[in-house]
Structures are given as structure tokens and as C-alpha cells.
């Protein structure tokens, strides 16, 4: 942490012992007199402290530093990289979230916002939750990808317990199902669905729809497992 000024932190998705891994990074930058830290958080964190990203911004706000919590929806992303293999093989979508409505939003409009974060003033001490334009459910995410790939895609709806047990052969380590399924619920309660205008505000610009998503990542939505 020697001669940094500003710490873009993200929590790397397999690690769930926040005590271990994140809050001793914080400290440190808390000792080296880091003066602002990003942090990648989570839409609705605030209210759901099962998800890791909740300790996480409590000890940041603990330490003192100057923060800015980037809280995103849903990222259009897992559908390739955790969700990929069903998708591409059963051309099905294979989460347990109901039939919640969730506000999926691009990893690169948050690169986006992360930057504007990094570099420019009046952006410490706040919290922007990151929310596509639209609150799909997964019922109708199948639906735009069976229209814009040509082939039908279903949405299936598993139980968690179903979920659990497919991740589980896939070799999922359990403290990571444990987290998908925390912000699966999240969805399926109806957390997941909100919109906002923060994006909009701090980008001057609309986010990326799914359906944009889908057309920009279609090789990789048809490719071979």
C-alpha cells in the first residue's frame, strides 16, 4: 500500500471469510494513509447482511477512509462466465430466483462508473446503486435470448435446494454456493428489481440493455463447451 493514494477494492467471488482476506487489507490501507477506496459492492446490501460485500462496508466505514460504494445490480456477465455451461449445452438458465425481477446491469458501464469514482471529485462518502434501465425476470431474459440467438432458451426455475445440489457436482465450493444463493434470494424477493437513475446521472448516458448485452456477446453465447 506504500505511496497509494486511492484502492480500487473488489472482493474476489470464491472468497467468502471476509475476516481473513478483506478487513486486513483494509487496515492496511487504513496504516499506509490511503485517502479514498472504491469498493465493489452489491444492490440492496444495505438490507442483506448474509452477502459478504455487508461486512465489507462496515469496516471500511469503520476505518475512516473516505469510500465510494459502488452498489450493482446483477451483472449481464454471469450469464457467460457462472452460467455459461447450461446455457450453451441445455440452453436453459438454471438459477434459483423465482419469479423476482432483477435490474442486470453491464460490468462495463460499473468500469465506467468505477473510473469517474477513481478520478474525478465529490464522489467520497456516497453509495450509487448501479441498475440497468429495466427489471427483467429470468422468464424473459431466456425470452430475448431465444430472439436475438435464433434458438429457444427456457428458464427453469430450480428450487435452491436443486440449485445447491447441481453446483455442487459441478464443483462449486459450498461457501460459494452459499453466496450465489444469498443474492439469488435477494432476487427472488423482490430486492433485485429496483431501477435508478444513478448510472444515468454519473455517466450522462443510458445504461446497456440485455438485449444490447446479447448481440455484443453473441460468439460467446453460441460457442462450443
Do not use: C, W
Not at 65 to 76: A, D, G, Q, V, W
Not at 160 to 172: L, S, V, Y
Amino acid at each position: 500500500m506504500k505511496g497509494v493514494e486511492k484502492l480500487f477494492l473488489m472482493r474476489p467471488p470464491h472468497i467468502s471469510n471476509t475476516k481473513k482476506y478483506m478487513l486486513p487489507v483494509i487496515e492496511a490501507a487504513r496504516i499506509a494513509g490511503v485517502k479514498h477506496i472504491v469498493f465493489l459492492s452489491l444492490l440492496g446490501v444495505e438490507k442483506n447482511p448474509i452477502v459478504p460485500h455487508y461486512k465489507v462496508e462496515k469496516a471500511i466505514q469503520k476505518s475512516t477512509i473516505p469510500y465510494t460504494f459502488l452498489r450493482p445490480s446483477f451483472f449481464m456477465q454471469n450469464l457467460i462466465q457462472q452460467h455459461g455451461e447450461e446455457i450453451r449445452r441445455d440452453r436453459e438458465i438454471f438459477v434459483p430466483a423465482g419469479n423476482g425481477k432483477t435490474s442486470f446491469i453491464d460490468v462495463r458501464d460499473i468500469a465506467a462508473v468505477a473510473v469517474k469514482a477513481l478520478t474525478e471529485e465529490h464522489h467520497e462518502n456516497k453509495a450509487y446503486s448501479l441498475t440497468g434501465s429495466d427489471a427483467l425476470t429470468y422468464y424473459e431474459v431466456a425470452t430475448i435470448l431465444s430472439e436475438e440467438l435464433g434458438m429457444d432458451f427456457t428458464y427453469t426455475n430450480p428450487s435452491i435446494k436443486q440449485f445447491k445440489e447441481k453446483m455442487k457436482a459441478k464443483g462449486i465450493p459450498t461457501e460459494f454456493i452459499t453466496v450465489m444463493i444469498g443474492i439469488y434470494l435477494t432476487a427472488k424477493l423482490g430486492l433485485a428489481k429496483k431501477i435508478t437513475d444513478d448510472l444515468a446521472m454519473i455517466l450522462e448516458r443510458k445504461p446497456i440493455t440485455v438485449r444490447q448485452f446479447v448481440k455484443d456477446y453473441r460468439e460467446e453465447f453460441l460457442m462450443e463447451n
